[in-house]
């Protein structure tokens, strides 16, 4: 695995809108995502918005929004060249009112059908939290309780990666309204984020 990395945020910067819905309305509409755990329903179809809360001087490098965990944004430029060097999909990001600048979305596929031995993931987060984690009993899926690598088991990614240079984990995370998945980037995008945005990153290894 040395050549992925997590990719750990800072600081999260923008909020999505509408704040009802964290912004997942506008991704993967009305009835694309769970009204009881947030976890979508099926891919992202529509854009991410977001306010400019935390954009006084506009646009810069790349961030994570508040609430989506597992959502890298890039500003414009910073964008394009991800996308010349590595093989990523981008959604161009939507402002609700004054757009503080263009900006794109990373869109992570889901790869695998488990990246983590689920006794394994258990007795980490019955260690940390006092519970495993909870089935939404609407949608019906499982979400672990939060963990970030560390704290996580090794990794045993079944199958195998392939060549991609983002991806997210089958397995979901989260408590209350939270949901989101782990991520791994490949360590030269990694690098590039982190030089552009040394204050909203850091590369993390993982095992």
Request: aromatic share 12%; charged share 25%; net charge negative.
């Amino acid at each position: 695995m040395s050549d992925f990395v997590e990719l750990r945020w800072k600081r999260n910067r923008g909020w999505p809108w509408p704040e009802a819905s964290w912004g997942l309305t506008p991704m993967f509409g009305e009835d694309g995502w769970c009204h009881s755990c947030g976890v979508p329903r099926h891919p992202q179809c529509g854009s991410l918005v977001l306010e400019r809360k935390g954009f006084t001087k506009g646009v810069e490098g790349a961030w994570i929004p508040n609430w989506q965990f597992d959502v890298i944004c890039l500003e414009r430029k910073l964008a394009a060249t991800a996308a010349d060097r590595f093989d990523i999909e981008l959604r161009d990001i939507d402002w609700h009112g004054t757009s503080p600048g263009d900006a794109a979305q990373i869109v992570i596929p889901t790869i695998g059908d488990a990246w983590f031995d689920p006794d394994d993931l258990r007795a980490a987060a019955v260690a940390q939290h006092g519970t495993d984690g909870t089935r939404c009993a609407e949608c019906g899926v499982w979400r672990w309780m939060p963990l970030a690598f560390g704290y996580l088991p090794p990794l045993r990614i079944i199958p195998a990666l392939g060549d991609v240079d983002v991806v997210a984990s089958p397995e979901w995370f989260g408590d209350g309204w939270k949901a989101f998945r782990q991520i791994l980037v490949r360590r030269p995008l990694a690098e590039m984020i982190v030089a552009a945005s040394p204050r909203d990153f850091r590369v993390n290894e993982v095992s």
